[in-house]
């Protein structure tokens, strides 16, 4: 079965400051892997998705994230955090291709990222 | 591109009301539709998923139901509410046919707080 594991609940950054999410993954085969956002009280929002294409995914608003399989990593990067990054984030797996048909997505616990001024 | 809409936005009910949370999709056909819940501090767990009309899939034992009347259309009911129903619910739709199955699109939620 695939499982997620974000490792950090709450990240606290200052603005301008790197910014590492990070995240672990059990699957059986070569996933799919995705980050999303998730701005106070509203929906989510893809920012990147691994589908075994290039290693190094570049992602909206300056993310990127680098699939590891010898570390079943797949920790969300970015340079310089600004103020309007603060959500909270979501490191997600899919279960393509067991169920091929259903899309089903498998979802980390979270991590809330705050970004001080 | 396609667009998903929830309502209501927020809701209030009473434990052993009877719940009704509706959500619409535009901009695709066919689309593979699914319910989330999020609770306080937690992550989103898969209710329901739904491969086409009249299909409902249940992901795990709950006070839930959920219908798919329509193509686009994709409710989620409850008889009476229990406290442990309340939390952020989301819909999410499959991309079109091109897209790869897995990539999907959420919409804006429903927070419900049973009192």
């Known amino acids: 079965a695939q499982s997620v594991t974000q490792l950090d609940s709450h990240v606290s950054v200052s603005e301008g400051t790197p910014v590492l999410l990070r995240c672990n993954y059990s699957?059986?085969?070569?996933?799919?892997l995705f980050w999303y956002v998730q701005h106070p009280n509203k929906g989510l929002q893809l920012l990147l998705k691994y589908t075994s294409a290039a290693t190094l995914v570049k992602g909206i608003n300056g993310f990127e994230a680098e699939f590891k399989k010898s570390e079943t990593s797949f920790h969300l990067t970015k340079p310089s955090a600004h103020m309007s990054d603060a959500a909270e984030y979501f490191c997600v797996v899919s279960d393509y291709p067991f169920s091929s048909n259903t899309g089903k997505l498998i979802f980390g616990q979270g991590t809330t990222l705050q970004v001080k001024p | 591109s396609q667009t998903i809409h929830q309502w209501p936005a927020t809701l209030v009910q009473p434990v052993g009301s009877p719940l009704s949370l509706e959500c619409t999709v535009e901009g695709t056909s066919n689309p593979n539709l699914y319910w989330y819940r999020q609770a306080a501090g937690r992550g989103l767990q898969l209710l329901f998923y739904?491969?086409?009309?009249?299909?409902i899939s249940s992901e795990v034992p709950q006070n839930l139901s959920a219908s798919r009347p329509q193509d686009r259309q994709f409710i989620l009911s409850s008889k009476k509410l229990l406290l442990s129903d309340s939390g952020f619910y989301l819909c999410a739709s499959r991309g079109a046919l091109s897209t790869p199955l897995h990539e999907q699109y959420f919409g804006p939620g429903t927070r419900l707080t049973v009192t």
């Open positions: 739904s491969v086409g009309i009249g299909q």
């Open positions: 699957s059986s085969y070569s996933p799919s």
